[in-house]
């Protein structure tokens, strides 16, 4: 049981301190504490078996000692008695530690404790080594760029804490796309129900953030500027500093929310605006190495679901019917050259005409065959293209990100194109995929770190690049 | 207490501070169709120069259109999401009745606000509306209401629009929502 330490608890403290360090009744004034320091105390059958005792400062914590009795050790009372000072605080945590205690060094760095600094022969013949933990960061993200109305709080960049995503597809769906005016009607109507029903899954409150994450580009503009205005209405109320972020920044730092993107890397970007293949050197250090000459993936998918008759959106529509059908239909091979670029109108056309000539013979359109040979020839060309790059750059690790990453035929493609060259390959989690304000959160974090923060002067830019 | 009046329905931002109803300040500022770059600003800069924080303000009142569809929503957002993270009251009127009251119109009158191709409008008497916000073309409107006294002047009095709204409930920052009154293309 962990717990405040009371006076009766002093004599234990001090036993138990001196069991360890002989000198320790003198070097601490455990009978008289100053009201900045405090001690919890780890009991067992209400014996005292270990405690943590602390300076709490305004900016950080001290720990001054950790002292867990010997048969008593490897029975996680120091992890205890740390998750409880973490629980409590949201603070930059300090120590220092003999460099000969290699377990407590170990324990610490678990703890996500970094050195910072060595205090020569600080014991007399040994040194101390000061580690430091820095406090956990919570942002909070908010997307609204096109029909999606999203909140959420990502903590130090790659952990999901809540995440409020409200689509308005049910409605859109209705007029074959997405409407515009009804999107920017939807959020304004929404977002602070999305705010409610967010805090509703979490103990932390607005005032625990560090910083306010949003969307300002690319996208629909009249959306755009409605999260633009609630996140900068939020960071003013709150007094924490804006970061705008972009799009399809975030498509790619979802990424993060598998595990922590190591660099440099090759990217496959695909959503409804953007085919492109980056190579990605460092955080938001982006080398373009190829993209569409004409559509991009998604709005290739969308049109030619369109001329199949298919629901609003194409994406899902043709991969439901591609796993019904069989690759009958012949279609051409594009792009198949030594370059990184893409295209996909001559095989938009090819369908279009296809569709054309199959009428004029009075002959009907399997439309599950052709939605298989479709996608095949088009996620076969993001897998040249791809196997190329990785072979041009020689990359060890490739992610994918963006709205039609959440396409199954194209991750198990992808999945067998990383195993075939043995490379680590990252692609985001299905609820990822799709705009949520979680991915906004998580691009946010090394923008952050480096405190790009934003002015309330803004604007909101419906097609901004990011590279 | 304390009250901040946020207008972005035209090609102004007007954002105004009143004391128990009397106005403190008023600003005005233009902003062709880049109300983004100006309304928290200026909401932050009219407080910093009467020595307030956001933390005093007890009370908004935002005209929720009809006008500018983008504009409105701006005002609208930020009314509602500063009355919703501050708990404090917030108050809708429509641009035209928020025209009207500073007008004191007693005689039948229209009031009207002209955007681009036509015409926000209703008709007042004793400064209640007797007719209901419509919107018609250009063409429309001078074709049937040419011989009407037309107030189109835009000027807001922003402590007549407060003692108007006195006692008028607060509304729940959730249900607050912009009034277009013009159709859009795809709902007709």
Do not use: W
């Not at chain 1, 409880?84 to 703890?111: D, G, H, R, T």
């Not at chain 1, 998604?298 to 439901?320: H, R, T």
């Not at chain 2, 569809?69 to 009355?83: H, M, Q, Y």
Request: charged letters at 25%.
């Amino acid at each position: 049981m962990i717990s405040t330490y009371q006076s009766k608890d002093i004599k234990d403290i001090i036993d138990l301190g001196v069991e360890l360090n002989p000198k320790f009744k003198e070097l601490f004034n455990i009978n008289n504490l100053p009201e900045y320091e405090n001690i919890i105390v780890y009991k067992e059958k209400n014996k005292l078996v270990g405690f943590l005792h602390y300076l709490n400062n305004i900016e950080y914590i001290e720990i001054i000692n950790l002292i867990v009795s010997k048969e008593k050790r490897n029975n996680h009372i120091a992890s205890f008695l740390i998750n409880n000072l973490l629980e409590n605080f949201n603070k930059k945590i300090i120590l220092e530690v003999k460099e000969s205690n290699l377990s407590a060094i170990n324990l610490y760095k678990k703890f996500s404790f970094n050195t910072i600094n060595i205090r020569k022969n600080y014991y007399g013949n040994e040194s101390g080594i000061v580690m430091e933990r820095n406090k956990d960061i919570y942002i909070l993200g908010v997307e609204s760029s096109c029909d999606e109305t999203s909140i959420s709080i990502v903590k130090n960049g790659n952990i999901d804490i809540a995440t409020t995503v409200l689509t308005q597809i049910d409605t859109h769906v209705n007029y074959g796309g997405v409407v515009p005016e009804i999107a920017s009607r939807m959020h304004t109507e929404n977002f602070t129900l999305v705010l409610e029903d967010l805090f509703n899954k979490t103990a932390l409150k607005l005032e625990d953030m560090d910083a306010i994450a949003v969307t300002y580009a690319p996208g629909l503009l009249g959306s755009l500027l409605v999260g633009l205005e609630f996140a900068k209405t939020i960071s003013f109320v709150y007094n924490k500093p804006l970061i705008k972020v972009h799009h399809i920044a975030g498509h790619i730092y979802s990424n993060n929310l598998n595990e922590p993107m190591e660099f440099p890397l090759l990217a496959l970007i695909v959503s409804g605006g953007h085919t492109e293949l980056v190579l990605i050197d460092g955080d938001y250090i982006f080398n373009v190495l190829g993209s569409t000459l004409d559509d991009a993936i998604g709005e290739v998918y969308d049109k030619v679901a369109k001329v199949l008759d298919l629901p609003y959106p194409g994406g899902p529509s043709i991969e439901k019917r591609a796993l019904e059908g069989k690759d009958t239909y012949k279609l051409p091979i594009v792009m198949n050259n030594d370059e990184l670029n893409f295209s996909f109108s001559g095989l938009k056309s090819a369908v279009i005409n296809l569709i054309h000539n199959e009428k004029q013979k009075g002959n009907i359109i399997n439309k599950n065959d052709l939605a298989t040979s479709f996608q095949k020839a088009a996620i076969d060309q993001l897998v040249r293209k791809t196997r190329l790059a990785i072979k041009k750059t020689n990359s060890k690790r490739l992610i994918i990100a963006g709205g039609v990453s959440a396409n199954n035929f194209l991750r198990a493609e992808m999945k067998k194109l990383a195993e075939e060259n043995n490379i680590k390959l990252s692609i985001p989690k299905m609820k990822y995929c799709t705009d949520n304000a979680t991915m906004i959160a998580a691009a946010a974090y090394p923008l952050f770190l480096k405190k790009e923060f934003s002015n309330y002067n803004i604007n909101a830019e419906s097609s901004k690049r990011l590279y | 207490m304390n009250t901040l009046f946020i207008s972005t329905y035209n090609y102004l931002i007007t954002i105004g501070l009143l004391k128990n109803n009397k106005k403190i300040a008023i600003k005005e500022i233009k902003s062709d169709k880049s109300h983004s770059i100006f309304l928290i600003p200026s909401i932050e800069s009219i407080l910093k120069e009467n020595n307030l924080d956001i933390h005093n303000i007890n009370e908004i009142i935002v005209i929720n259109g009809p006008g500018s569809f983008t504009g409105v929503r701006l005002g609208v957002i930020v009314a509602k999401t500063l009355a919703y993270t501050l708990k404090i009251n917030i108050k809708t009127i429509t641009s035209i009745d928020a025209l009207a009251i500073s007008n004191n119109i007693l005689k039948r009158k229209i009031v009207s606000i002209k955007d681009n191709k036509g015409v926000y409008f209703a008709i007042y008497k004793n400064n209640k509306n007797i007719s209901q916000i419509k919107y018609l073309s250009k063409e429309e409107f001078d074709n049937n209401y040419i011989n009407e006294i037309n107030i189109d002047n835009g000027v807001l009095d922003i402590e007549k629009i407060a003692l108007f709204l006195k006692d008028f409930d607060t509304l729940n920052p959730h249900n607050v929502k912009p009034i277009y009154v013009k159709e859009i293309e795809v709902l007709k």
